[in-house]
């Protein structure tokens, strides 16, 4: 009898032992498993909002009346949405070349006939410029001719020989300009000029003098200077006429 008891307590102690050793390494799993990966704790975020709003003693002061009996929650502000920031528009580099300007319709449809026609057209403006400034030259140059010759022949009769007086009085007065020398104070020469039907001169007469001898030689140096360029008178007839002399100018008589 006492052998049969020893072996039943064997037995229950060994599965004491067994199951004690398995939920100890159960345990120690677990606990190694939690370190291992952690799980996060659920937060739940709980909110009271005042939907009811008690009347007021004083609305202006906005003071709420003191109810026993019934707690206000707190309110919480209602939350803002952030406001949409515009985004700055975009630039584009500026780069150091320029665009490139595109040809219109119209410059496009220019032909290379068009082109010749044009310069024709520029030829012959500048053509007609060039002859302009030629006719503008010669009209200056008739001009100085006409007003070097004053008084030349253009009419008939006394009035052509009037005429021819003053051109030859112009073309004794620029002679004087060059040759006036006199020693006394109003020195004075009247001298009769007597012209061919060819332009040549014939004949000079002193018919009066103031006795300055340096101006009465200026006078003949004056005569014989413009002499050279004295043109036909009118009608190719024989010209006579008296001038006087003085140092501030000359005067002419009537022809006869």
């Known amino acids: 009898m006492s052998s049969q008891v020893s072996r039943t307590d064997t037995g229950v102690g060994v599965s ?31 909110y009271y909002v005042d939907v009811v709003t008690l009347p007021t003693v004083a609305p202006q002061a906005g003071s709420t009346i003191n109810n026993p009996g019934k707690t206000k929650a707190a309110s919480l502000p209602a939350p803002t ?6 985004r700055p528009p975009k630039t584009v580099p500026k780069t150091g070349t320029q665009s490139i300007k595109t040809a219109s319709p119209q410059d496009a449809a220019e032909t290379e006939a068009a082109f010749a026609e044009r310069m024709a057209k520029l030829e012959k403006n500048s053509e007609a410029r060039r002859e302009e400034a030629v006719l503008e030259k010669l009209r200056s140059k ?12 253009g009419a008939g009769g ?12 112009s073309r004794l007065e620029d002679a004087l300009k060059v040759t006036s020398s006199y020693t006394t104070k109003n020195p004075e020469v009247a001298v009769r000029l007597t012209i061919a039907a060819d332009g040549r ?18 006078v003949r140096r004056a005569i014989d200077l413009a002499s050279e360029k ?27």
């Not at 032992?17 to 975020?45: D, K, M, N, Y």
């Not at 949405?81 to 515009?86: E, G, N, Q, R, W």
């Not at 006394?158 to 009085?169: I, N, T």
């Open 201 to 218: 001169l014939a004949r000079i007469k002193i018919e009066r003098s103031s006795g300055d001898a340096a101006f009465e030689l200026a």
């Open 230 to 256: 004295f043109t036909a008178p009118p009608n190719h007839t024989t010209f006579d006429n008296g001038f006087i002399f003085k140092p501030k100018g000359i005067s002419s008589g009537k022809p006869r």
């Open 142 to 153: 008739v001009k100085v001719a006409s007003a070097s010759k004053t008084g030349m022949p």
């Open 158 to 169: 006394a009035d052509a020989g009037s005429r021819y007086a003053d051109y030859v009085r």
């Open 81 to 86: 949405l952030p406001m949409a920031v515009p």
């Open 16 to 46: 004491f032992i067994a199951s004690a050793v398995i939920h100890l390494a159960v345990f120690l799993l677990f606990a190694w498993w939690g370190r291992q990966f952690p799980t996060a704790p659920v937060i739940q975020e709980t």
